[in-house]
């Protein structure tokens, strides 16, 4: 007699579900941590209205667009982690109240300032007609290396990875940020002012770059294949976002995809789109844990009242570890494959060695 054939969908029925496992930590730590993110997102909501606003806002121009021309056609509106983003969304008025002295701190210690007051006498002959394009520029010039060195020296890129943690892209996904992130355009901002540009048109240059990085975000199908190479599209920005391997430190400009084209991060197949976002490391999915992420394993702040001495020799010996990592980043190949720019930049000496014999070879 032969062999009954069962129908392929038949051994999946006798497989029990997945059970159930609490989250990292435990139920009573996940509670706390998002009643705390109630508190903060409630606080900053009493606090100001303007996230609220800013949410209401987006919500009504680019939702539509989302829902009538998908990206990812298979994502839907309450995708997972979207209230964590929305709550991001409330408290950015405080969270950036707190991120601004970080903005001040690190504006000061970029000596972005440095080469702004040098180019100072030449600004101001430029003609004012033409003074817009050049403050544009400049700014785009300086968030670019900026941008670029948040992703490339690890100490750095802890702030900026919780940017780059979502892995569904729409029109919330743009808010979530570390508010020391927001230190990214510090130096621009500082470079800018030194250089003789007035407060208030660098000011609005920051505004508009962290608006149009919100819609930037969009799931929208909007290809603009020939605007590529001059301006910021959702197509250049998205692959900004990939964890694709090819894709992963590339498009850091702001405003203008001169910078990657010109500096060799430029990256826009013709035969692909981007479809898969995230980061390749752990960060926990609730707000007031990811504002703690980047600063686990920094000690305790109040160590410098004790050992003043030897906490300013650390810092001075991180800064300089930054700088030379910084300084690798700069001048790392045009077109090196990942894995090795990642060696050269942040590996200590000797293996930078046998990096470039393998290069070599």
């Not at 949410?55 to 998908?70: A, D, G, M, N």
């Not at 130096?187 to 002012?193: D, H, K, Q, R, S």
């Not at 010996?317 to 910084?326: E, H, N, P, W």
């Amino acid at each position: 007699m032969d062999e009954e054939v069962l129908p392929l969908h038949q051994d999946a029925v006798d497989v029990p579900a997945a059970p159930t496992l609490p989250p990292v930590g435990g139920w009573p730590r996940l509670l706390f941590f998002r009643f705390l993110a109630l508190l903060i997102a409630g606080g900053a909501l009493y606090k100001s209205q303007d996230g609220l606003g800013a949410v209401v806002v987006l919500f009504i121009l680019v939702v539509p667009f989302e829902r009538l021309f998908p990206r990812q056609k298979d994502q839907k509106f309450r995708r997972p982690h979207l209230g964590m983003d929305i709550g991001y969304a409330f408290a950015s008025p405080l969270l950036q109240s707190a991120g601004l002295i970080a903005a001040i701190f690190v504006g000061v210690l970029s000596f972005a300032w440095v080469p702004g007051l040098l180019l100072r006498p030449l600004i101001q002959e430029i003609p004012q007609p033409y003074l817009l394009f050049v403050g544009i520029a400049l700014f785009d010039l300086a968030g670019y290396w900026t941008h670029r060195w948040y992703h490339e020296v690890p100490q750095l890129w802890r702030f900026h990875a919780v940017h780059h943690s979502p892995e569904h892209m729409d029109w919330a996904s743009g808010f979530r940020a570390h508010p020391f992130d927001g230190t990214l355009i510090a130096p621009a901002f500082f470079f800018l002012i030194a250089a003789g540009f007035s407060a208030e048109f660098t000011g609005v240059i920051a505004i508009i770059q962290i608006v149009l990085g919100l819609f930037l975000h969009a799931n929208v199908r909007l290809r603009l294949r020939l605007l590529h190479p001059i301006i910021m599209t959702p197509e250049y920005h998205h692959w900004h976002h990939s964890s694709e391997e090819d894709a992963i430190w590339s498009n850091y400009s702001t405003f203008l995809p001169l910078w990657d084209l010109l500096f060799g991060t430029y990256y826009m197949p013709k035969d692909k789109r981007p479809t898969i976002y995230g980061v390749d490391e752990y960060i926990p999915m609730n707000m007031v844990e990811q504002l703690r992420y980047p600063l686990i394993g920094m000690g305790n702040p109040l160590r410098f009242l004790r050992h003043p001495f030897r906490s300013l020799k650390g810092m001075f010996k991180g800064l300089f570890g930054i700088a030379v990592m910084m300084k690798r980043s700069m001048f790392r190949p045009r077109g090196e494959p990942f894995h090795r720019a990642v060696s050269r930049v942040q590996k200590p000496k000797p293996l930078l060695d046998i990096v470039e014999s393998e290069t070599h070879l």
